[in-house]
């Protein structure tokens, strides 16, 4: 498509349960980025994808987060046994280039609350 | 003015008048910037870019600025309208594959 679609818009989760977060990239574009906000603030880069591959992790926490990009699938996010400090709004972006000469463009983000 | 807020930076300004909003950014080797501006319950919205091999670029009332030296961007928008209303990001790349790093943010609200 013509966006980066992300879904859904809104997770609510229980403490210690299981989150997973879709994002459909632009068509053509065969970089993939996730990344965290919180308080409408900063920015954390997660993790990005070159087509199904990982292309950098270096901000992922390493456990309980995972990621893929499947061919013919959306990409997703899934945050394990979700604590508290997992509610943010996690946005994906993606781009025709690692990130040095295109932009990115984002999708509207999926708000995830723990309670 | 600009003021530093709780959690952001805010610039109000008069409707019709021009906003600058700046930014430092932190690696000297980053050769690829963008502006983002990003309304409520939104994600960010590319607005304009520049590489490191320009210090000026102009796009629809809109102007971005590089100053290398100083490690220094800034955004001018020209007769600012009320739907200019947002947080606007600064980011900072490397070529070679390096995510995005975002600066932290300015809110700009518009008066009537």
């Known amino acids: 498509g013509e966006e980066v679609a992300q879904t859904p818009k809104h997770l609510v989760r229980g403490e210690g349960q299981k989150a997973k977060l879709y994002c459909a990239p632009i068509k053509g574009h065969s970089y993939v980025f996730w990344y965290q906000q919180v308080l409408k603030n900063e920015f954390k880069f997660l993790i990005s994808?070159?087509?199904?591959?990982?292309?950098?992790e270096t901000g992922m926490p390493k456990e309980r987060f995972s990621a893929k990009c499947l061919p013919n699938s959306p990409c997703s996010l899934e945050i394990q046994a979700t604590k508290l400090e997992d509610s943010a709004v996690y946005f994906c972006?993606?781009?025709?280039?690692?990130?040095?000469?295109?932009?990115?463009?984002f999708g509207d983000g999926t708000r995830l609350s723990i309670l | 003015g600009e003021s530093v807020g709780l959690h952001l930076p805010t610039l109000s300004v008069q409707e019709g008048d021009n906003s600058i909003i700046n930014c430092a950014y932190s690696?000297?080797?980053?050769?690829?910037f963008i502006w983002y501006k990003q309304e409520s319950g939104k994600g960010p919205q590319f607005i304009i870019d520049i590489r490191s091999n320009m210090d000026k670029r102009q796009g629809q009332r809109v102007t971005v600025l590089l100053n290398k030296t100083v490690k220094h961007l800034s955004l001018q928008i020209a007769a600012t309208q009320p739907g200019d209303s947002a947080v606007y990001f600064c980011a900072e790349n490397m070529s070679h594959g390096q995510n995005f790093v975002f600066g932290p943010g300015t809110r700009l609200s518009v008066l009537p």
């Open positions: 972006a993606s781009s025709q280039d690692a990130g040095g000469n295109q932009p990115q463009h």
């Open positions: 994808f070159q087509n199904e591959n990982v292309f950098d």
């Open positions: 690696n000297s080797a980053s050769d690829y």
